[in-house]
């Protein structure tokens, strides 16, 4: 009777305080009832909004800007856009890492937002300031240098910005979500889905409101719009800042890993043990301090050789003991998890590949259609981006709110399906997406006007791509989340982002590559425009390179061993 009672008390300590190494804001353990959940997470989900909203209220338009106002040629503005998108998506592999190991999430996120204010406040002074806007004239035909010098380094610093606010950003609302609370789970579980429903109305209104203001307004008043929004969500984050729950960066996570690796080639002789409770492991009476352990997995067990206690060695964790020959179990099986990754990684860049389309080649094929809705009224071509917006809004709700709860019943896992069948269920749309782009680019060619074909003809493409975002992008959000060591989950969420990024890359080299390739054949498939270009092909080409891939993630996704943490579920038990 007296253990239950124990246990009782123990449970409803738990109950009203946060014990999953989380600190609030004075540095204290959290008050449940007072922070974390859906009351700070919404906080942090506003600048997210206001982030989306810049950023693709610039990216889907500025290859317009580069080719009407700075006259860079299709091939030229391609590139250029592709490799700003790029560095944008790899930058927060830096930022992720710092915020993890030394600076924390928030002050991260604050330190970013400044930087990302600076390069939104740069680009408008550009439009406003008469010696650095492009030039005099309405009708700009050789702009300044000066300008073009200052929108690029405008764009850097929306980049370096971006790299301590995503990876910091999104990592930091699911902080907010306690693992081991049962209910706090499952909400932890939509709040991915809810935070892109989120980013979608960012992207949508920055397609649509600000790209209209941009074509047919001014691109000053545009980007003034986008730095007073900014500006706004600054403040009401850091409003927030009673509510959050903490993270205390814990020291850079690469010293660990390599800790592990040289443990395991000294003691590369030594055999395994028969059983994973002879491997060193934090003693239970230390397991308080130490944030949660991870159980053992039988992948990879030339890993586990790093903590095999030797005859030497004592086996006493207060002693202090080399970490570069022994180190915990919990270390090794994090090694394994970052290992693990990597071919998910690298089959999962195709999938990139297709996003880097939208905001270009897709964009450029609109602007060559009849824009007309009515008579008196024309979309901007950016603003088809926002078909595949509305479509990812559909897919995450009706994936949240109807699938998950049909999906828990027929499988009885918590998600509805794991996170890599999310994943790859996303990758068969994109397959789809680009079949569909050639079909409609072949007969946009073979039409006697080009520009009659209503742009609604590009509708499945998007659609089609944004139902995919609605599996792929957030089923990598949450892999990438979930999947890394607690103490990296910032460069989880950076890695998600250098999908897109690499993916950018890459799709800038495949048109360097097929260029140069199909130009010694006689004709190049990227001509000077579109009407004398073969995107068909080209977007046959990357159907076929995601349908081969799509076999090879497969084979790596039935495979898989997902993360086995030693859980302490939260329970309020009635005396």
Known sequence: MEKRREETNTNRDDENWVYDSSVDYKGRV??????????????????????????????????????????????????????????????????????????????????????????????????????????????????????????FIALYCISVGTGGHKPCLQSFGA?????????????????????????????????????????YVSWGVADLILTITMAITIVTFYMGKACYRYRVPEGSPLIPMLQVLVAAIRKRNLPNPSSPALLFEVPESQKHCQGRLLLHTNRLRFLDKAAIIEEHVSTSYEQKHNPWRLTTLTKVEEVK??????????????????LAQAPTFFVKQAATMNLNITDNFKIPPASIYSLGAIAMLISVTVYDKILVPILRKATGNERGINILQRIGFGMIFSVMAMSAAALVERRRLKADEPQSMSVFWLAPQYIILGLGDGFTLVGLQEYFYDQVPDSMRSLGIAFYLSVIGVGSFISSFLIMAVDHVTEKGGR????????????????????????????????????????????RVVVVTDV
């Not at 993890?100 to 740069?122: H, Q, W």
């Not at 990754?341 to 089959?347: K, Q």
């Open 30 to 151: 959290p008050l449940r009832a007072s922070t974390g959940v859906w009351k700070a997470s919404l906080f942090i989900i506003t600048i997210e909004f206001s982030e989306r909203l810049s950023y693709f209220g610039i990216a889907t338009n500025l290859i317009s800007y580069l080719t009407q106002v700075i006259h860079q040629d299709i091939k030229t503005a391609a590139k250029n856009v592709n490799f700003w998108a790029g560095v944008t998506t790899i930058m927060p592999l830096i930022g992720g890492f710092l915020a993890d190991a030394y600076t924390g999430r928030f002050n991260m996120v604050l330190f970013s937002s400044l930087i990302y204010i600076m390069g939104l406040s740069l680009l408008t002074m550009s439009q406003f300031i008469p010696s650095l806007k492009p030039c005099n004239t309405k009708m700009c035909l050789e702009p300044r240098k000066i300008h073009e010098v200052v929108l």
């Open 175 to 215: 902080d907010q979500f306690d693992d081991d609370h049962l209910e706090e789970r499952k909400k932890k579980m939509s709040y991915f889905n809810w935070w892109n429903f989120a980013l979608c109305c960012g992207l949508l209104l920055g397609v649509t409101v600000i790209v209209y203001v941009q074509d």
């Open 337 to 354: 998890l970052i290992l693990n990754m990597i071919p998910i990684w690298l089959t999962s860049l195709t999938f990139g590949v297709c």
């Open 524 to 567: 190049s498939w990227f001509g000077k425009d579109l009407n004398s270009s073969r995107l068909d092909n080209f977007y046959w080409l990357l159907a076929a390179m995601n349908g081969l891939n799509l076999c090879f993630y497969g084979l790596l996704a039935r495979g898989y061993t997902y993360k086995n943490v030693e859980r």
